[in-house]
């Protein structure tokens, strides 16, 4: 039995719908998540959530009224269909998404306590693993503007990073920009190819979005401008430092925007959601501050939330963005 694509109820999945102005590229899970505070070997119940970093910043970006297709691969089995079946219903175009007879779509766990929370992933063999540059053939690329991968992917399997680099070649072909959000995973990598791998990939993107905690654990930066000295000097750079703020460098300029106070309710997405932002601002031909603001805005929403995706399409009619 061959790979099936799949086709969710979703006005985005017409097959007149216009072509896309951003792919995602990567990996989505489902989420096995006790209630608050209730350790996993102690939970008698448990909800079920969909999370990946690829189609969160999708759902954000869709939310914020653009368009866009997700390029994925999910088991052929229920959780797959809820995987894809939450995204579409974002109004994310899922049509470029492979449902593998062969492989199971990937969980993961969180698991409370009082020293935080720990996450347990089950993604070894899964669906997404078998990513390929042959699935991004199901997307027109000819109006594509962006092309959003991140480290995640490149970790999960050979195949994966060189689905990556497919996407930003024919992003470039398309005069897009190529998009990079590092998303270190220490759990994904099982040697020490993390601090020249990443910084390859980031080499060869337009605009790179990465924490300052995670490139000081990569690559032993302490600074923001220590870390646009090792991914070079071209292209746009953001450098998130939680609840301080962020910098933007693009060219010899450099921008800070910083983070407002807001009350945490979980970390887990804002990431994703801050990429959103700053890509919507980008794409609307905002400036650099505005770009910033949106992103800190956007992220301000999944911070407030256990959830990974929380729906933003009210900061359509808030946002400041250059028309």
Not at 96 to 113: E, H, I, L, S
Not at 139 to 148: H, K, L, P
Not at 202 to 216: I, S
């Amino acid at each position: 039995m061959g790979d099936t694509h799949v086709a969710a109820a979703s006005d985005s999945r017409s097959t007149h719908a216009p072509p896309p102005d951003v792919v995602c590229l990567g990996e989505s899970m489902v989420l096995v998540a006790p209630p608050a505070s209730t350790p996993l070997r102690s939970a008698t119940d448990a909800r079920l959530r969909v999370a990946g970093a690829e189609s969160n910043t999708a759902q954000y970006l869709a939310d914020l009224g653009h368009r866009v297709s997700w390029v994925s691969r999910l088991g052929d089995d229920p959780l797959g269909e809820r995987v894809v079946s939450e995204i579409a219903a974002s109004g994310v175009d899922t049509r470029a998404v492979v449902r593998d007879p062969a492989a199971p779509t990937a969980v993961y766990f969180k698991d409370p306590g009082p020293e935080g929370t720990k996450v347990h992933y089950y993604r070894a063999g899964s669906a997404a693993s078998r990513i390929s540059p042959a699935d991004l053939d199901a997307v027109a690329f000819r109006d594509v503007r962006i092309g959003y991968t991140s480290g995640v992917t490149v970790a999960l399997s050979d195949s994966c990073a060189e689905a990556a680099s497919a996407l930003f070649a024919r992003t470039q072909r398309a005069g897009g920009l190529r998009v990079f959000d590092v998303n270190y995973r220490p759990a994904l990598w099982s040697s020490n190819e993390a601090p020249r791998v990443l910084r390859e990939v980031a080499r060869q993107a337009d605009v790179v979005l990465v924490g300052l905690d995670e490139a000081a654990a990569l690559w032993g930066t302490a600074a923001p401008e220590d870390v646009r000295e090792l991914v070079g000097a071209s292209g746009q750079l953001v450098v998130k430092d939680g609840e301080v703020g962020a910098t933007l460098f693009e060219g010899t300029d450099r921008w800070f925007q910083p983070a407002a106070e807001v009350e945490v309710v979980e970390p887990v997405g804002a990431g994703d959601a801050f990429a959103a932002g700053y890509l919507s601002a980008l794409l609307h031909g905002a400036e650099p501050d505005d770009r910033l603001r949106l992103g800190h805005r956007t992220a301000e929403l999944a911070l407030g939330s256990v959830a990974d995706h929380v729906d933003a399409s009210g900061l359509r009619e808030v946002r400041e963005v250059a028309s």
